[in-house]
């Protein structure tokens, strides 16, 4: 009778056992950080209220012009194109130096040797037929009212093989002018929000994002074919450009 006793008693633990096994529990996982619940906030908050977008607009007077000039001459030989598109550009930047253009302002945008071909029926192919040198320069001209006369001047340098692609207007620096295109790009943003929160029956808050998208400076350009030499007089007026720039608001609803 004791082998009986002692078997009940080995089966009573392992019932134990078991039971107490299963009836264990998983653990919550960790609640989440501090850091992603501020976020989250902030998300939840910029999703909410109203959102306008700014406009501020400058005009000043450009006080630079950027002048894209050079030449191209084209000859049977590398050589001979090479020693002629020197000659050209080197009584052109003579003009810049008769105008006190600083060498700083001289900057090569484009030199460049290639070969010319043209399609033969005789041969049912293209031939070499000569080179073309290229070499173009963009000078930065600080008195805008000698841009004019300084292409006439560099037009008659560099006679037949001139080119001269285009001419920007802009500011050197915008700078002064950022304080005051913010003050209106957020004045606008303020009187569309107004406006808004007027037509929808509720109070304005406080802004509670505001991002600046950037300054933008448009450049004023003018493009010319290639000039030939003598040339009449170039008539150059820079006009107007506009510094602009955009902020977007939230503002809060109270």
């Keep these: 009778m004791k082998w009986k006793l002692l078997l009940a008693t080995l089966l009573t633990l392992v019932v134990t056992a078991v039971g ?9 996982p960790p609640s989440t950080p501090k ?18 977008t700014g406009e ?22 590398v050589a001979e194109a090479q020693s002629q598109a020197a000659a050209a550009m080197t009584a052109v930047v003579a003009e810049f130096d008769n105008f ?14 290639t ?28 008195k805008v009212a000698d841009a004019g006369a300084i292409i006439d001047a560099t037009a008659r340098a560099g006679g037949d093989l001139i080119v001269i692609n285009n001419i920007n207007f802009t500011v050197d620096d915008p ?14 943003a303020q009187a569309k929000a107004t406006q808004l929160a007027n037509l929808g029956g509720v109070k304005l808050g406080k802004p509670t994002y505001i991002n600046e998208s950037g300054i933008f400076t448009p450049v004023v350009r003018e493009y010319y074919a290639p000039v030939p030499a003598p040339a009449p007089s170039t008539p150059i007026s820079p006009g107007e450009t506009e510094i602009q720039l ?5 503002y809060s609803i109270e």
């Design 20 to 28: 107490t096994t299963g009836c264990q529990t998983i653990s919550p």
């Design 100 to 113: 006190g253009i600083a060498k700083k302002d001289i900057q090569t945008q484009q030199f460049s040797i």
């Design 35 to 52: 850091v992603a619940q501020s976020l989250s906030g902030i998300f939840s908050q910029q999703s909410t209220g109203i959102w306008v």
């Design 175 to 188: 700078s002064p002018y950022h304080k005051e295109v913010r003050e209106k790009a957020m004045a606008d």
């Design 115 to 142: 070969p010319v071909r043209r399609w033969s029926d005789q041969e049912a192919r293209e031939v070499l037929i000569g080179y073309r040198v290229t070499n173009m320069v963009t000078v930065k001209i600080r």
């Design 246 to 250: 955009s902020v977007q608001v939230v």
């Design 56 to 77: 501020g607009k400058v005009s000043v007077v450009p006080d630079i012009a950027i002048l894209s000039i050079g030449v191209e001459a084209q000859s049977a030989s």
